[in-house]
């Protein structure tokens, strides 16, 4: 616009302004001529008007300025016509040299500066050239001798190198605005690319963070805005079974539903490989958690690709800016830690944030700091819980189990230790050993017992896992077939290749295999006919716990007349009672452990119970002996 380029030099125009005048005074004293004297004085009346127009232009800034504009243009080249019959007016009259040089050579300086200044409004800076020159062109002609007459035809050729200099100038401009327009466009067009996910189309990290920066700016008090972070369950199997193609796609389904799902106006973002995270303002928790059980729901319908469904589950954690935190990155913190506990409470959930969290997270980091410390400190023992052969009454394997006395706390359960293990990655250090001690104490058994260690998946993903395991075994001396390792079906689901492969490896060495919990999980026949385990230990919530009823005894038969068809022995967990016992050593089951025969005891212990149990149950017992 005419307006900023004026802003931008008011102290130029005001000075030509006030030259101009200057410079016509002494023509003007010197000529005693009207026609000179009412020149000066337009050119004094215009200059003041500039110069006010150039203050009063500031004033009326985003306003309809185009009435002010034309007036400024009109006065410019009212200014100009002055200076060119300034300079024409100083030839035709006899008026000293000096006054006469000064006339016009502010009037070609005036043109000249004008044809640069105004370039980008061509024809104001081609009207005002026109304006100063042509006068002078005229009175240089009409002039009788030959040195004045020579300024015409100079005047034309400036004239027209003037005319040239605009053109070119115009052009430079065009071409330096296109340039600059372009290199906008491009930057844009990087800035959303580079905040953009290439999977999905959604906004990726990056975008994210600007987002949340500029909505936190302009979140109006009173307003809430919601962090709703969301993470799909198990969606890694999709990438190892099907291959990652399938699973890009099934991300960037689940990206169109959430955005079909979201409030207008909300911020979809792929956070990073299988989480995705929504930012939008809400009135209370109340509508936050609609929206979350739509997105929920939405997210687990199942996804038709290539005429393969495919279904996905998803955990959702939720926090409240500002009502959860002051700043964006509590807020993320926040709804992070909720995710967690929707994890921890068994997946497919919404969970909001609250401050417990905070205090629960701060007990994990205090326990993992303490574990690693009684690590390093031998605080950490094994116990062994005794395996019985229900038929005989022999004690047939012991069951290693980890236990941890801290000097001040006492005894820390196992149920609050490993899990922060197993998150932290301290486990495989844990795990091994665990091998280690209890393969050593192990050794000195008779040969006919053997040890049962947990596995950890951890453990399993280790490189070179299956022959440390071995390694441990060979440094305590205790033969592989000796060794039996007990893996929950969470290990199976989480990495069925790595999983396969350890198996097989062990398994060829002589190890075996026991699946543990089992019920509890996804309880797939499948994993039996799949991986090489000679054991089935029903979990002790079919045994002993608070629901057992007549259905649980049904279930535990149905088990064992699978095992034995399989040729697996089928241990009972949790056995407290005789009568427990009685139960499932008739509804088929071959081994049973629980509190009834013995809690978990020590090395020495152990040896004890094994020489007692030897005494009073020597091979070949009857099974009526083992009731009495």
Known sequence: MLVGSTLSQVLCIAAASVTGVMLSLPAALHAHRPALTAVVIAMAAVATTRILLLFLLPRVAGQDTRPLERLFAVGALSYALLSGLLAALAITYEIPAAARTAAVVFAVGYGASTSARYAGRPIIAVSQL????????????????????????AGV?????????????????????????????????????????????????????????????????????????????????????????????????????LRKSAPAGACVARFGGDEFIIACEARDRAEVTALAQT?????????????????????????MLPEDGPDIDTVMRGADLALYHAKLNGRKQVCFFTPAMTRALNHRKEVEAELRQAMRRDELSVHYQPILDLATGRIRSFEALVRWFHPEKGEIPPDVFIPIAE????????????????????????????????????????????????????AAGLPAHRLELEMTERVLLENSATTESFMDELTQAGVRFALDDFGTGYSSLAYL???????????????????????????????????????MEIVAEGLETASQVQTVREAGCTLGQGWHFSRAVCAGDAAALIAANRAAHPAGIARRQLSA
């Open 130 to 153: 026109v304006l100063v020159i042509a006068p002078l062109i005229i009175a240089s002609a009409l002039k009788s001798d030959f040195d004045s007459r020579l300024l015409a035809p």
């Open 157 to 257: 050729l400036m004239l027209l190198g003037m005319y040239a200099t605009t053109r070119d100038i115009l052009h430079v401009l065009r071409d330096s605005l296109t340039a600059a327009d372009t290199s906008a466009r491009i930057a844009d067009k990087m800035q959303r690319l580079a905040r953009t996910d290439v999977v999905t189309g959604l906004v990726n990290r990056a975008g994210l963070n600007h987002e949340l920066v500029e909505r936190s700016i302009t979140l109006l008090p009173g307003h809430e805005m919601a962090l709703i972070w969301i993470d799909l369950d198990h969606f890694k199997e999709v990438n190892d079974t099907l291959g990652h193609q399938w699973g890009d796609r099934l991300l960037c389904e689940v990206g169109v539903r």
């Open 295 to 319: 997105l929920l729901a939405d997210i687990t319908r199942p996804t038709r690709i290539d005429e393969k469904l495919l279904e996905v589950g998803a955990s959702i954690g939720i926090a």
């Open 423 to 474: 998150e932290t990655g301290a486990i495989i250090t844990l795990g091994n050993w665990l091998t280690g001690q209890a393969a050593r104490v192990a050794a000195q058994w008779p040969d006919d017992i053997t040890l049962a260690v947990n596995l950890s998946p951890l453990q399993i993903r280790v490189p070179g896992a299956a022959m440390s395991i071995l390694a441990a075994a060979r």
């Open 529 to 567: 006919a799949r991986y090489p385990f000679s054991k089935i230990k029903v979990d002790r919530s079919f045994v002993s716990g608070a629901d057992t009823d007549g259905r649980h005894t049904a279930i535990i038969h149905a088990v064992a007349s699978m095992g034995s068809a399989l040729g």
